[in-house]
């Protein structure tokens, strides 16, 4: 077809003279009997062939409203004698003198009556029940009917891409019907006078119209208006209004008008139908059928743009290819990720034409996790195809985007298509004219239908509760000690990576508690980021975070504890799948040192020391200008000296702070079996004493003798009595699991029984090695008695043991939360008191200090800092020190 606007066929109302059909139904009387069938045999007899047509007079009510009334013929046939023969109307009474013409109408009526033909029938018209409205219950119809083929009738053309049908729903029910045609919409075509059509909307009715009108067609219908539910939307109680418009498809003997509408231009694709035309491949042929009418420049798409050069250009506007394979390293949302490609650069693409739920808006936060995690399962460390469909401009607070097609599984598998019909995400709404789409766009869109249809994820309409956010079990040093049993009875714990703060510090995520818990890595140090921009990182500390974020970020890992920090760090193991340690590995590739001290408790550590050799072998990242020889140079020899003990690190608490005749303490040793049946006995022996019991008669407590004796707090501990006093009635007592001393009354004494004796005293008599604090005599004394307090008591501790005096142990005391222990493998209290001038280097009391000799340098060097910088007791000059 050739058509210019304005140019039109003019149409022409005729009217067989002489003759009297019976009336259809109109919108102010009843249909006459036999009316659809004398109607329906004309309808037979001429549509869609040629007629000649001679019009004896006309009648006019306007300019644009004339009737031509006269005869008309077809292939020599005369219509009025052919509908009078087959008695589908009779013959008016005429007012003047019969002609040839009439007495042959006579004869073709009187031959109708004798056979009892149409009208004339005997037995009288077949009953029929016809429902000229729109169904009232449409879903229930369109349960019924849908995907049915029905033989229709087109009864009229509102618009090229709009018909009212006539559905032959049985031999004696006929159903009238809106059908919006699936997939396609043509430009409006004016209904009223005076109402401007849109362009080519005249033009598109025509071609309809002059192929579909009073044909009989076969309709299919698919859908009410309403394709997919909006998500989020609750819906209504009450039932739905009739529908005014169904849509379907209108089957001609030669095809489907719709695609023969897009091929010649006058039809755009809807793209919102490409769920319901899915399953039959209606879809791929409307896109072909468009695509050649876009390549010949017909009628809608006769201005098109040319594609623009982007589309085609193999590399994005950064000059990065546009398809390329990669491995998903982050998910950041149900719609975003991070993905690196073959040489290591990071790329953040959007999932093309893909709308997640959005995490800030608590109807959708549950299916905005739901799609996060979906991602992360499914991607998260798999190697995928990506292909950049478009780039998204700067718009506002958004950066530019690259807009991508994600495919995994052997890149069969579009991981957005997967998305959508699972519920979790919807369709972009893109503009009509909107090439920067996915090239997937039509199944996505069928995915959304499907999953609307069965009510999966944000199509639900259900009312999911927001997730509850988890509970931070590393808030503080006291919250996170309190799980620390826990978590060494469970071993090994199964988490998520959910952040990745450094190369040795994470974020993780409990799953199964809903808690998280910030882990460091025990046995290495890893350099440190700068954490803003006044602040400056150390050397590969980005490095060993990118590192750590590439391999872990978002991983399905587990953990396992072994203690805490003083801010609420859990120290420990990270472990991928199953046999990968994080230590481990962070070491191999150069970015992270073996920390000695807190490495050689570990039963792993072997493999530690043999990363890190291999490391500096290969001169990888920190070790790139390593020099053996130099660092043979430099250290300190140890070995020889009788006097210096093994390094024996232990985890301590201080138990009990005492200052008599200087300062003592006393700790408990942790992580032993010995500690742990501790709690158990001290429940039991309280328990035990929780009823008065008198002492037996005459009882008086010996020095030496093991005891239970209230303590200040009303509970009964184990202890060992010192002096005891018949005269007063008291005994000066030792609490052998904790060390504190104090004097009982001998009514608060007990024998203490024999199931209660088998545990070993848990408190051991302690010092701190190589110093000593301030003489009580010093101004300074009390200062240096709260200082150690506040650096030691409550805290949990790792001490090496330097020197055994008998049962006292001469004790390093180290805080593995402080920054400088990390660094520095002797960084140690003992120092950080000499330094503040609150402590001495104690030759006499500490000779075996030569045997330490670098510890020794370090000692002198804090001795030379608090001079310097005139602390604690040389703030007025120097004081001599022992010699």
Request: aromatic letters at 6%; one cysteine or more; hydrophobic letters at 35%.
């Amino acid at each position: 077809m050739s058509l210019k606007a304005g140019q039109l066929p003019k149409e022409r109302v005729l009217h067989l003279a002489d003759i009297i059909a019976p009336k259809m139904k109109t919108s102010t009387t009843d249909e006459e009997d036999w009316a659809f069938e004398s109607r329906d045999f004309l309808r037979s007899l001429t549509i869609g062939k040629e007629i000649t047509f001679t019009s004896t007079h006309s009648v006019s009510s306007s300019a644009d409203n004339v009737r031509d009334i006269g005869t008309a013929e077809i292939n020599g046939l005369d219509i009025s004698i052919e509908i009078l023969k087959n008695g589908w109307a009779k013959l008016k009474e005429l007012k003047r003198e019969p002609t040839e013409e009439d007495l042959k109408k006579r004869e073709a009526e009187a031959e109708a009556k004798n056979d009892g033909k149409g009208i004339w029938n005997p037995d009288g018209p077949q009953a029929r029940t016809v429902e000229y409205n729109m169904p009232v219950d449409s879903q229930a119809f369109m349960t019924t009917w849908k995907g049915k083929p029905i033989d229709a009738i087109v009864e009229n053309v509102r618009d090229g891409s709009t018909v009212r049908v006539r559905l032959f729903l049985s031999d004696n029910e006929h159903q009238f019907v809106n059908v919006a045609m699936a997939g396609v919409r043509t430009p409006r075509a004016s209904n009223k006078q005076g109402e401007p059509s849109e362009q080519w909307g005249e033009e598109a009715k025509y071609f309809t119209e002059s192929r579909m009108l009073q044909r009989l067609v076969k309709v299919t219908l698919l859908s009410l208006p309403q394709l997919t539910a909006t998500p989020f939307q609750a819906g209504s109680s009450s039932a739905p209004p009739p529908a005014m418009i169904l849509i379907g498809n209108v089957i001609h003997p030669v095809g489907n008008i719709a695609e023969h509408l897009v091929a010649a231009g006058l039809a755009r694709v809807v793209d919102w139908h490409a769920g319901i035309l899915a399953s039959s491949g209606g879809m791929e042929r409307l896109r072909a059928a468009e695509k050649a009418a876009k390549e010949k420049r017909l009628y809608l798409y006769a201005n098109l743009p040319t594609s623009a050069a982007s589309k085609t250009n193999e590399h994005s506007a950064g000059g990065s290819p546009r398809n390329f394979d990669g491995t998903v390293i982050r998910v950041w949302s149900g719609d975003q990720l991070s993905i690196v490609d073959k040489e290591g650069k990071e790329r953040k693409v959007q999932l093309s034409s893909t709308r997640a739920p959005k995490q800030s808006d608590p109807k959708q936060a549950h299916y905005a996790n739901e799609a996060r995690e979906f991602l992360r399962k499914k991607l998260i460390g798999k190697h995928v195809k990506v292909t950049i469909d478009f780039i998204r401009p700067k718009e506002g607070e958004f950066e530019e985007r690259e807009c991508a097609t994600v495919r995994y599984a052997n890149h069969n598998t579009n991981v957005a298509e997967q998305l959508i019909d699972k519920g979790l995400a919807g369709v972009v709404r893109h503009k009509r004219d909107d090439e920067d789409r996915s090239p997937d766009f039509d199944k996505l869109v069928a995915a959304e239908h499907a999953a609307a249809s069965e009510q999966r994820g944000i199509h639900s309409q259900k009312e999911v509760q927001p997730p509850k956010p988890p509970s931070n079990i590393s808030e503080s040093s006291h919250r996170a000690t309190s799980f620390l049993n826990s978590f060494k009875r469970q071993g090994r714990t199964p988490g998520v990576v959910e952040y990745v703060a450094a190369g040795s510090r994470f974020k993780v995520f409990l799953p199964r508690d809903n808690q998280v818990l910030t882990l460091v890595l025990g046995g290495i140090r890893a350099p440190r980021t700068a954490r803003n921009s006044s602040e400056k990182g150390e050397p590969y500390g980005v490095e060993a975070a990118e590192f750590a974020t590439r391999r872990y970020m978002q991983r399905d890992v587990e953990i396992e504890i072994e203690t805490v920090d003083k801010s609420g760090g859990f120290i420990g193991t990270l472990w991928l799948n199953k046999n990968e340690n994080a230590a481990i590995a962070l070491v191999q590739e150069g970015l992270a040192t073996v920390h000695s001290y807190s490495a050689d408790t570990l039963s792993w550590a072997r493999q530690l020391y043999a990363a890190e050799a291999e490391a500096k072998e290969k001169k990888l990242n920190i070790w790139k200008d390593y020099d053996e020889e130099a660092e043979k140079a430099v250290q300190p020899v140890e070995e020889g000296d009788p006097t210096a003990l093994k390094a024996e690190y232990i985890d301590v608490i201080i138990s009990d702070t005492r200052t008599t005749n200087g300062l003592a303490f006393s700790v408990q040793i942790l992580n032993t079996k010995e500690i742990e049946s501790l709690e158990q006995l001290a429940k039991d022996l309280s328990s035990h004493h929780r009823t008065a019991r008198p002492a037996p008669a005459g009882f008086s407590p010996k020095p030496g003798d093991l005891v239970a004796a209230k303590f200040s707090d009303g509970e009964w501990y184990r202890a060992k009595v010192r002096k005891s006093s018949a005269v007063k009635k008291e005994a000066q007592v030792t609490f052998i699991d904790y060390g504190n001393q104090d004097t009982v009354g001998f009514k608060d004494i007990r024998p203490l029984e024999e199931k209660f004796r088998s545990l070993p005293g848990q408190a051991h008599d302690a010092r701190m090695s190589f110093v000593k604090l301030v003489a009580p005599e010093s101004e300074y004394f009390t200062e240096a008695v709260e200082r150690f307090k506040q650096l030691c008591d409550g805290r949990r501790l790792i001490a090496n043991v330097d020197h055994r005096e008998g049962p006292l142990l001469h004790l390093r005391l180290i805080d593995s939360a402080k920054p400088d222990v990390a660094s520095d493998p002797n960084a140690c209290i003992n120092l950080d008191l000499v330094a503040e001038g609150l402590a001495s280097v104690d030759r006499k009391g500490c000779k075996y200090l030569n045997a330490y000799p670098v510890v020794a340098k370090k000692l002198q060097e804090a001795v030379s800092e608090a001079k310097k910088q005139r602390q604690g007791m040389f703030e007025f000059g120097d004081v001599e020190e022992d010699d």
